[in-house]
């Protein structure tokens, strides 16, 4: 799966995201702003449009650093509501192209003994990935930008020690491309502790384009206390972007952390938020 617009269009957003936050608040007209990134008017709003669907005016106001706060405001959903209408369970979630199965227990005890992982390094709307997979659906998905490729597979790799990994790409790009282009079927075999799967059931049940907190999850998983659990969990969540971590928030309106760097969740929560608004619209 090759698509070198990707790392392009994320690219001019990573560099957006400096630039937006180096007018410390200011806002940027569309001159004022394809110029710091020296491009014409005319090709930065192509490369927004393309990336976001919306214009570049509107993506600015998603990649500000005030944005989460907003969002916490006006796109919360409570868990228990998304229970409530039947929007989650095990098999076709919200977004219809996703479908998942969790590890056993004694399987996940054996840290992947007896696991054939197949992994290959692919582009996205948010920089290069890592993939993983095994015959049951992807395992693991990291965003490589921030810390590196070698890193992003040793951290996915240590995950599973006992499992035999290959590179064949080939293997698991269908699932990949769906993932990204949401088309087709992906699908995905959580591997992980009993509690931490509770936590990633529930970050699935967060739809696209609206964000929830640490304790809400906490809640929804029926360990109202344990929001540092849920945040260490949530953590260690090993699919970036189809088990939505990124969706989680703190009560404070505060990002958070992100294993994977917090541009790439900056990115990820304005890209899901000005594809909701242009596809309501």
């Not at 996915?156 to 990994?165: K, T």
């Not at 969990?233 to 404070?252: D, F, M, Q, S, Y």
């Not at 917090?262 to 909701?276: D, F, G």
């Amino acid at each position: 799966m090759k698509h070198p617009e990707d790392l392009y269009h994320y690219g001019v957003m990573k560099r957006a995201i400096a630039e937006i936050d180096a007018a410390g608040g200011a806002a940027l007209s569309l001159e004022d702003l394809a110029a710091r990134m020296h491009m014409s008017p005319a090709h930065f709003q192509r490369v927004f449009s393309r990336w976001a669907g919306v214009s570049p005016k509107r993506v600015q106001q998603y990649l500000t650093l005030g944005h989460a706060k907003r969002m916490l405001h006006e796109n919360f959903t409570t868990l228990e509501t998304v229970h409530e209408l039947g929007l989650t369970g095990n098999g076709r979630l919200h977004d219809l192209f996703l479908r998942w199965e969790a590890m056993s227990p004694g399987e996940y005890a054996r840290k992947g003994a007896g696991l054939v992982i197949r992994h290959g390094a692919f582009e996205s709307p948010f920089g290069p990935v890592i993939a993983m997979g095994t015959d049951r659906g992807l395992c693991g998905l990291a965003f490589t930008d921030e810390i590196g490729e070698a890193a992003a597979f040793e951290d996915l790799a240590g995950r599973w020690p006992e499992a035999r990994f290959e590179a064949a790409p080939e293997a698991i790009a269908p699932w990949v491309e769906a993932a990204f282009r949401q088309k087709g079927e992906a699908r995905l075999h959580l591997i992980g502790a009993p509690f931490q799967i509770k936590v990633w059931e529930a970050l699935l049940s967060i739809p696209s384009g609206q964000v929830s907190t640490y304790g809400e999850i906490a809640a929804a998983v029926g360990r109202p206390t344990a929001v540092r659990a849920v945040g260490t969990a949530v953590g260690r969540n090993p699919v970036g972007w189809l088990i939505p971590c990124h969706r989680a928030l703190r009560k404070t309106g505060g990002l958070g952390g992100y294993h994977w760097g917090l541009p790439v969740k900056r990115a990820m929560l304005a890209y899901e938020a000005a594809r909701a608004e242009a596809q309501a619209s």
